[in-house]
């Protein structure tokens, strides 16, 4: 399935349920624990993942596998509750699939967002970090293969890919509502195993605060296809450097969830004000 035709397939889904054609203004991928971020808006249609062409079913915990089409005020944005990760068995080209989906459909601005774990003592479970940069460790990356020249160059640029204007715009609106946020590097890896202290200490050196399993293969698509991303993560536990116990789904439900809502109240007024 071309990710083209699929844009196509929905275009006409949202042109048949709301009577008109409409361009969403931006996508927002919602982490592990975050996909209930998307009933705080208000929601025009609702869509499996199963019945969306070229979509795989998401078999990640806590990831509902909709893709939801929510309005505020005249203008829509797309949530994907739920993500296609490596781990799960799935191919780059699956990972990104979506992505590529979003681009086509002619959004202008990818918003991600994960569950991440920490390698700083100042960034405890709760936390809300913006990405500034990342680290990918993933030892694959999902430009490999053919270049779509239609689509982007052969060699993009990584330079300043969360991009500065959105960080400093999301910034104003987390301290006007006296949400602390903080800034970091997230790196990468493809799990599913967690990492060991060995592994820690290393990525901290390398100069990441945050670690995940996702993420970076759907920036580095949106970059190459020329959308402007803002990325963040949620911090659900310490990595092994700060305790060794194991973490439970419910520790990082309980997390992602209060932490979920400050950064809905931050994304909503910046879609608000986006082009
Ligand atoms: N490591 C990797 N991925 C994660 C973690 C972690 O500690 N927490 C949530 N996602």
Redesign the pocket.
């Known amino acids: 399935m071309n990710y083209r035709d699929t844009a196509e397939w929905l275009k006409a889904r949202f042109s048949e349920s709301l009577g008109m054609e409409i361009v969403p203004a931006a996508a927002i991928i919602l982490g ?1 624990g975050l996909s209930n971020m998307a009933e705080g808006f208000n929601v025009v249609l609702r869509i499996p993942y199963g019945e969306i062409p070229g979509f795989v079913a998401s078999t990640a915990p806590s990831h509902k596998g909709n893709l939801v089409l929510a309005q505020l005020g005249n203008k829509f944005v797309v949530f994907l509750q739920g993500r296609f990760h490596y781990y799960e068995g799935h191919s780059m080209p699956q990972v990104v699939f979506p992505t590529r989906v979003m681009a086509a459909l002619g959004i202008q601005t990818l918003i991600v967002t994960n ?3 920490s390698l700083r003592r100042e960034l405890p479970p709760g936390s809300i970090v913006q990405l500034t940069d990342h680290i990918n460790f993933m030892g694959t990356n999902p430009l490999i293969g053919a270049n779509d020249e239609s689509l982007g160059e052969r060699f993009p640029s990584m330079n300043q890919l969360y991009d500065p204007d959105s960080r400093a715009r999301c910034d104003e609106i987390a301290q006007s509502y006296g949400i602390k946020t903080h800034k970091g590097v997230y790196l990468t ?1 493809t ?1 599913p195993s ?2 060991t202290v060995a592994e820690c200490r290393a990525f901290q050196g390398m100069g990441a605060d945050v ?3 996702s993420t970076v293969p759907e920036v580095i698509v949106a970059r190459h296809a020329g959308l402007k991303v803002l990325a963040y993560s949620i911090v ?2 310490y ?1 092994n450097l700060f305790h060794d116990e194991a973490h439970s789904q419910s520790e990082i439900q309980e997390h992602a969830d209060l932490a979920g809502r400050n950064l809905q109240r931050i994304l909503k007024d910046f879609i608000s004000g986006l082009p």
């Open positions: 592990t569950a991440a774990g890896v799990g967690l990492e670690v995940g399993m659900t536990n990595s």
